[in-house]
């Protein structure tokens, strides 16, 4: 008869029940022993080759509630078509979402699917839309029916088409996904021949008590030897997000730089985050479908602010003394007034140059989050952080401002290189975009830069150059990291934060 550890014996006879092959979450619900137990046993067993251990991992997916509705009634995109064909395949977008009966955040994301998969034409400008060819189930449907049929799915046992269409489902977050690692335990020969010897439990301690000394048990009892290698209970200590520490560095690094923050409110006023950046307001960026307006209350207040108001009005209607001739419309007071939510953060640049407290020379930056309608997918969301920069004072051009997007790509993104490409943007000029290349994440846009026009400061009483840039603060962020998922940046995945290093 061999003596072994209470919990192995009691592991080991566990498999012999099952016929020498059982899981470790098996093992533990036959035996009333904790996880880290079975673990701990089964590696003792294994270094004496008495057993095999063996891993799976396994993702088990299942429909959230969003999922659950879309299994029920079907994708928006798939509504959203149906609904077009018995409309006789053309219709206006807001005929189609009523009759589909959908919002307007999810007919931004049906437009967007029914693009992506060609099934319908958008036409912006008549705010229309077209049926293009007669929609067939595609994968990313048939796994939603298989969901909504089994519950649950585990995604290594699909085939390949449905685990594209796995990744498909997972990025428009209506899935619920567990990842999981299924140990298996199995006896070898060894411990076949152990069995058939005969194998009985001894008690052992880990540490002795006042009864065991003064009774004298302890003499009968065995010290069990203490395994550094023996899995534990994992314990995660409390972090900051590493996102959320990384904008904070950013901050310190800009200070350090001799930059002082700026900021300004999320709801913002039409006049600062486009009328005074000289976009007219006839703009097809300030339609519903790219920027976020307030319902309720549909307008605020620029009595604060009307001279410089009249001067915005007049710059966009006539030039005014700017030396442009204007975008020449009746410029609307009330449209100046509209609320939305900040779609740009130089919107918040706008504020400063308006400041009591603003100071010539100066260095300014914010880091914000913005807001505009999208389709969320791994490079898009509808909601980001942009770190906006301006730099007050004579003499300044563009050499000036190369120099300051090179040294934040290198410095702070830590690229590899830099390219720029001119570009376009209603409030500067010249304009630049800002790209940086970094192995393992490639060329990425980061944003866009230039000088702002006469059109911009002179109706704001500022007479001085004033370089500006808004770059993709979350963009940075993931070259820096190695991220290609710009969902990571938000996630309340428990396990890839847990993996993040504590700096």
């Known amino acids: 008869m061999v003596e072994i550890r209470e919990n192995e014996w009691r592991t080991i006879m566990a ?7 059982r899981t470790v979450d098996d093992i533990v619900n036959s035996t009333g022993l904790n996880y880290a137990s079975v673990m701990r046993a089964a590696l003792s067993l294994k270094e004496r080759n008495l057993i095999e251990i063996s891993e799976e991992k396994r993702t088990k997916i299942s429909l959230n509630e969003e999922g659950r509705e879309y299994a029920e009634k079907g994708l928006p995109e798939r509504r959203l078509v149906e609904a077009l064909r018995r409309m006789g395949g053309s219709a206006s977008m807001d005929d189609v979402a ?13 437009l ?108 009968r009892l065995k010290l069990r030897r203490y395994n550094i290698k023996a899995p534990t209970v994992r314990v995660w200590p409390g972090k900051k997000h590493p996102y959320l520490r990384f904008l904070d560095e950013l901050k310190e690094k800009l200070i350090a730089l001799g930059f002082k923050e700026m900021t300004g409110p999320i709801v913002e006023l039409s006049f600062f985050n486009c009328d005074a950046l000289y976009m007219p307001q006839d703009h097809p960026a300030r339609e519903v479908h790219d920027m976020y ?3 309720e209350p549909t307008y605020g207040s620029l009595d604060r602010y009307r001279e410089f108001l009249m001067n915005v009005k007049e710059t966009h209607e006539n030039g005014w003394k700017t030396g442009s001739k204007g975008w020449g419309y009746a410029f609307s007071i009330d449209e100046a007034r509209r609320l939305m ?30 807001y505009r309608p999208d389709v969320i997918d791994k490079t898009h969301l509808t909601e980001f952080n942009q770190i906006e920069g301006i730099v007050v004072g004579e003499g300044l051009t563009l050499r ?44 990425l846009e980061f944003g866009g830069a230039g000088i702002f026009r006469p059109e911009v400061t002179l109706p704001l009483g500022i007479d001085v150059p004033v370089l500006a840039w808004g770059l993709g ?7 820096r990291s190695g991220i290609d998922d710009i969902r990571y940046l938000f996630t309340q995945d428990l396990e890839w934060l847990r993996r993040q290093e504590v700096v």
């Open 341 to 370: 939510l900040r779609s740009q953060t130089t919107a918040v640049s706008v504020r400063m140059l308006l400041s009591d407290e603003l100071e010539i020379p100066g260095k300014y930056f914010a880091i914000a989050r913005c």
């Open 15 to 21: 498999l012999k029940e099952a016929g020498g092959r």
């Open 293 to 295: 307006f307030i319902k």
């Open 98 to 110: 009523k009759a589909v009966g959908i919002n307007r955040k999810m007919l931004v994301i049906a």
């Open 473 to 479: 603060v979350d963009r940075i962020f993931m070259m």
């Open 400 to 443: 000036d401002l190369l120099g300051i997007l090179e040294r934040f790509a290198l410095e702070i993104a830590e690229a590899e290189r830099v390219k720029f490409r001119p570009g376009y943007f209603p409030f500067t000029e010249p304009s630049v975009e800002l790209h940086a290349y970094k192995e393992g994440s490639g060329w």
């Open 112 to 219: 967007g699917w029914l693009s992506r998969k060609g099934w319908g034409k958008i036409k912006k400008r008549e705010r229309t839309l077209e049926m293009l060819k007669e929609p067939t189930q595609g994968p990313d449907e048939r796994l939603l029916l298989l969901l909504k049929e089994h519950g649950s799915l585990i995604v290594e046992r699909l085939d390949e088409e449905l685990r594209e269409a796995y990744q498909t489902l997972k990025s428009r977050r209506i899935l619920n996904v567990d990842e999981e690692t299924i140990r298996e335990l199995k006896l070898t020969d060894d411990g076949w021949r152990l069995l058939e010897r005969g194998i009985e439990a001894v008690e052992e301690v880990s540490q002795l008590t006042p009864e065991m000394i003064v009774s004298g048990r302890w003499r």
